[in-house]
């Protein structure tokens, strides 16, 4: 009996220890390398979801602006006016569909609406240019939009190709030739 009680019982439920290897000077490394490595990697990737948020924001700030001046210039060539004449009434028109971005009490003035006639359209009218057949121009200009995450503006100096912490400058214009009065009307006050 005394083999019996000598001889091992394997145990097959019993969970199997788990051996470390002993920090060796190859070892101990190892852990500082995947910091490291995982610095390169989220460092960048944030850059990229930084650029690709500040891009798109820029580019729905732009097609807004771009949607408000073409629905005052289209509210402009049907001679429609308000309570301060035609030329606030497309002021009021491109603020409703700026979304907040632009106002008519801004200071400085962003929203202009000028008038230019078709046989001179470098000089435009100081006065009395609203009358068919001239050419109404319907502007948001001088917009500032600074970067949200500049990120690489910071390392690049004056290389070119490195984003810039200056600001992008937003002009959007729209244009189209005033038709007719509306019928009984011969005059629209600017």
């Known amino acids: 009996m005394s083999t019996l009680s000598s001889a091992r019982v394997h145990k097959p439920n019993q969970a199997k220890e788990i051996q470390r290897k002993p920090f060796t000077q190859r070892n101990r490394g190892r852990s500082g390398n ?7 990697t989220i460092l960048p990737t944030f850059a990229l979801i930084f650029a690709f948020v500040d891009f798109g924001l820029v580019l729905f700030h732009w097609a807004t602006l771009q949607n408000a001046v073409r ?3 289209r509210y402009a060539i049907t001679f429609q006016t308000g309570t301060g004449g035609q030329d606030a009434a497309i ?5 409703q569909y700026a979304m907040g971005f632009v106002t008519t009490t801004d200071s400085p003035q962003h ?6 006639s078709t046989s001179n359209l470098n000089t ?10 001239n050419l109404v121009e319907v502007s948001v200009q001088n917009i500032s939009w600074a ?6 503006g910071s390392f690049g100096g004056n290389i070119p190709f490195f984003r810039s912490l200056t600001p992008i400058t937003l002009n ?6 005033l038709g007719g009065y509306p019928a009984g009307v011969n005059s629209v006050q600017e």
Not at 34 to 40: L, N, P, S, V, Y
Not at 91 to 95: D, G, L, R, S, T
Not at 147 to 152: E, H, I, K, N, T
């Open 34 to 40: 995947a910091m490291i490595e995982g610095a390169f």
């Open 71 to 73: 629905e005052g210039c």
């Open 111 to 116: 929203i202009f609406v000028k008038y230019y």
């Open 147 to 152: 970067w949200l995450a500049p990120l690489s």
């Open 124 to 133: 435009a009218i100081a006065s009395g240019g609203n009358v068919p057949n």
């Open 91 to 95: 002021e009021a028109v491109v603020q």
């Open 172 to 177: 959007v214009f729209s244009s189209d030739i």
